[in-house]
């Protein structure tokens, strides 16, 4: 039997890939994170390339999205964080921004006053969506849950 090597594919040829069999197949998010056994915010983040898979969660995904062996085995590459994986002119990404540019020494301020000096970790963080029926409209409340850390003292 001969050996046939499976096309380099990137986190970004893998995600293009989930996102074109997840519309080909009509299902959600959250079907998907259930078939992968993780929350819909992290599954979501994971196939489009931001969280690292196991094999057994990319076999899960692969199977779900009805993927090829190489999109599975590429959705194990390290993930793609950071700037140069986002597209900062999707406007909800940019909006986004702006919020941050609004509130974000908010944020900070408010961080020193509870907890002292240090940072909000987005390494050991988790994120929250929910959909918040409203009168005047629904709204969208995200929760960012970040373990704090303190700067050290030499």
């Not at 986190?11 to 993780?38: C, F, M, N, P």
């Not at 094999?55 to 793609?80: H, I, S, Y």
């Not at 000096?117 to 390494?123: F, L, N, Q, V």
Request: hydrophobic share 40%; charged share 25%; no cysteine.
């Amino acid at each position: 039997m001969s050996f046939t090597p499976l096309p380099n594919l990137t986190r970004r040829d893998a995600a293009a890939a989930v996102l074109t069999a997840k519309k080909r197949l009509g299902l959600s998010w959250a079907t998907i994170a259930e078939s992968v056994g993780q929350s819909t915010e992290w599954t979501t983040s994971a196939l489009l390339g931001q969280q690292p898979l196991s094999d057994k969660q990319a076999a899960a995904a692969g199977n779900a999205l009805d993927l090829d062996e190489a999109v599975v085995q590429a959705l194990q590459l390290t993930p793609l964080r950071g700037a140069d994986a986002v597209d900062t002119s999707e406007p909800i990404v940019y909006r986004l921004q702006e919020a941050l540019q609004v509130y974000g020494t908010t944020i900070s301020e408010l961080i020193r006053e509870e907890f002292g000096d240090g940072i909000m970790s987005a390494i050991d963080f988790e994120l929250g969506f929910e959909r918040v029926p409203d009168p005047k409209g629904d709204r969208v409340r995200l929760t960012l849950n970040g373990k704090f850390l303190p700067y050290r003292v030499w």
